[in-house]
């Protein structure tokens, strides 16, 4: 006896586009017996529905049509959601801030301080006066003739002005910080401009200071004041400019407050230097000083021995009726060398200095603030954790 069997097909689709639908899922199979001589015995499918053919032509019509709308369904949702986020992207795109090049630093504005109206505050600086790992504020007071003391509070605010006398008609231009008696209090130093002297304040290391000693700089006016070790001695050593005589004074520090006399480096005839500072240009481990030339429109650099004592001043132009005022030093393009950064009252622009790296520097690049702005003071700092240096005009 042999048995043949008669595969199934699924022709669902093809149904489907000829018009015709098998709506049995079930299928028996039962064997039927032939009239021939064979015994073969076959098999064949018994629907438990009626044929495929007697199905009515609008139940097949039906079913197609519904599955081609479940499809048309399905490509328009999709279609749907990429026209919203497309939508979403382009308003986000045109409608976020741009980003740009200017300067878009907030600072915040603490309360007003205790300054009087005819302090005629000229000049401050930060440092930390009562070891609290708070930054104070110290001013020169040149119209009351005192230092003023800001004593910072944990919220950022400052307490009430402490004030110093530097002397009857003293009109203090400028000052400076360091430790000067070897005690490790901070200590401050004063520029009297009109009593010819400096005024030294020491410190107790709690924010208040002795009453000031002083010690001539003789017939000189002293206009600008810092403080470093420019002999290598661990003592905090002065530079001062002497207006009205052109010049520069070193002031050697003796590590018990007290200083040897000044030993004097010319600036130029006219020259009228207002500001200066201190940096190693030259990568010799020695402290170099250079000067801002207000009346002769250009910077001077006196390179160091090493002992205290300097070249001869070389000279670089910040172009005619510039009237540099004010000096700061700091690498501006991550080379690893000292630049110059000036700040022109002349022009209301700063010019920048590159170091080449051996002690000579390019020609001036200049930025403009503003052709009416009178320049006086200008700074460097990390303000926005860009590790890219900023200035401060």
Sequence with gaps: MEIEVIPLQDSS????????????????REPILSND?????????????QNKKDLPLTIIKRFCLQKKSSTILVLMITLLTSIIMTTAILIVCFTSPKSTNNCEMVFRQTITSSLISDSLSRFGIAADLNNDNRMDIIVANSGTNNIGIFIS???????????????????PYSLATN??????????VVANYDAHNIGIFFGY???????????????????????????NDNQSDLVIIHYGTNSIGIYLGKGNGSFQDGIIYSTGYDSIPNSLAIADFNKDNHLDIVVANFGTNNIGLFFAYGNGTFKNQITYTTTRNSNPISIATGDVNNDNEIDIIVANSGFGNIGVFINYGNGTFTEQTTYLIDSNAYLQFINVGFLDDDNYLDVIV
């Design 37 to 49: 001589n064979n015994n073969v015995i076959k098999t064949t499918n018994i629907h438990n529905h």
């Design 13 to 28: 689709n093809e149904q489907c586009a000829s018009g015709e639908t098998n709506t049995s899922s079930e299928t028996i």
């Design 205 to 231: 290391g709690n924010g208040t200071f002795k009453n000031q000693s002083i010690f001539s700089t003789g017939s000189a006016h002293p206009l600008f004041i810092t403080a470093a070790d420019l002999n």
């Design 153 to 171: 509070n944990l919220d950022g605010t400052f307490q009430n002005q402490q004030t110093y006398s530097t002397g009857d008609k003293s009109r």
């Design 179 to 188: 430790y000067f008696n070897n005690d490790n209090y901070l200590d401050i």
